[in-house]
Structures are given as structure tokens and as C-alpha cells.
């Protein structure tokens, strides 16, 4: 498990509000090997997320470089990013982002449409009985619980067979038992070849993973194995 599937080197993202300059990154170097699970911490406005954002070919970074499983993609057009994210990338956010009026089935589907994989719809049923709702395929996301509802935003982001999963806060609106359910899950799938990034606030969500890189103001202030 030595190659590494994200190279970031120099990372840096400015963003301008009028005539002030705020760097989110500050020539932030990262390297997560393929099959690697890494939690990444620190405090609000550490650059987080614009740093999940970048991984996730969502933005671009304004300075360096960001090699992905062995490609510069760091100046592709948002046509080449789109492609490249939506066959290699999956997300799974806080707030879960799925259609409320659209059942499970629907709503996992829904990458395939803008991938234009046929295939991907014979894995659909598969991918929901992994991840234990095929008794509620037929459901409407807003008849789930929420640990049922983050359930189909894995399953949604696995159904393109990612090489890498991006995970924003995934337990950050669910009880104990079920961050649990939802973190053994992701441990599940990082069992079987997956590289997972997440994103969390939560030292306990963070034991689950290989490695912890915690960030403050936009830089590497320590990584370390997770206990």
C-alpha cells in the first residue's frame, strides 16, 4: 500500500474579497497512499474544507501542484474535473444532499445518469443491500432515519465504483449508535481497497482511521498515527 493515489505539493488557495487577500491553504504539502484511511481535524477556519473542495476537484487550488493517481490535475478544465470526478471520486456529506421526494433506489441511481453508465444500474441493488437497505429501496429519503438516509448518500457515492471517498462530516448530524453503524461501514469499505479522507471534529470518528493530519491556519500542523 505504498503508492500514493493524492500528491498535493505547495497547495495554496486565496480567495479575494475586495481588496484582502485570505489564504485557506498556505503551501500545504499531502501525500495519502492508495487504500489509506486518513482523518483530517482542526478548528473551524483551518482550511478544511476548502482543502476536502480541492481533493475533490470542486475548485482549484490558486498555487502548486495535485497529482491524482499518477495525473496533474491541478489546471483541467471544469469539463475534465467533472469527468474525472464523477468516475473516480464519490462524496458523502454532513447534510447528505438527496432528493427528499425520490425513494433510495432513486436517489442512489442518480450518478449513473450523469456518468451515462449503463452498467452502473445493475449495481445499484447490490450496493443497497451492502450498505442494509434493500428492505427500504422502495422508500422516500424523507421516510428514513438519518443514519438510514446517510446509508443511501454512501451507497450514492459508491455506486461508481470510486477509487476514493471523500467523507465531509459524515456522522456530524447523527447520535452515537448510529456514527457507529456509519463509521464501521466506512471501515468496511476502506476494507475492501477504497481511500477514504474524512473530514471530521470528533476524536473518537478520527480512531477510525490509519492516520490523523490536523490542520490550523491552512497548514500541516502535525499528522499521527490514530490511536
Known sequence: MSENVIELKGIQKVYKTGDEDTAALAGLDLNVRRGEFVAV?????????????????????????????????????????????????????????????????????????????KQAAQRVDRIIDEVGLSDRSKYRSNQLSGGQIQRVAIARA??????????????????????????????DINAKGATI????????????????????DGVIAGTEAAS
Open 197 to 216: 479522507v474524512l473530514i471530521t471534529h470528533e476524536e473518537s470518528v478520527a480512531a477510525y482511521a490509519d492516520r490523523v493530519i490536523r490542520l490550523i
Open 41 to 117: 481535524m482542526g478548528p473551524s477556519g483551518s482550511g478544511k474544507s476548502t482543502l476536502m473542495n480541492i481533493m475533490g476537484l470542486l475548485d482549484r487550488p490558486t498555487a502548486g501542484s495535485y497529482m491524482l493517481a499518477g495525473q496533474d490535475v491541478s489546471r483541467l478544465s471544469v469539463g475534465k474535473r467533472a469527468a474525472i470526478r464523477n468516475k473516480e471520486i464519490g462524496f458523502v456529506f454532513q447534510q447528505f444532499n438527496l432528493l427528499p421526494r425520490t425513494t433510495v433506489r432513486e436517489n442512489v441511481l442518480l450518478p449513473t445518469i450523469y456518468g451515462k453508465d
Open 158 to 187: 459508491l455506486v461508481m465504483e470510486p477509487s476514493i471517498i471523500l467523507a465531509d462530516e459524515p456522522t456530524g448530524n447523527l447520535d452515537t449508535k448510529k456514527s457507529q453503524e456509519i463509521m464501521n461501514l466506512l471501515k
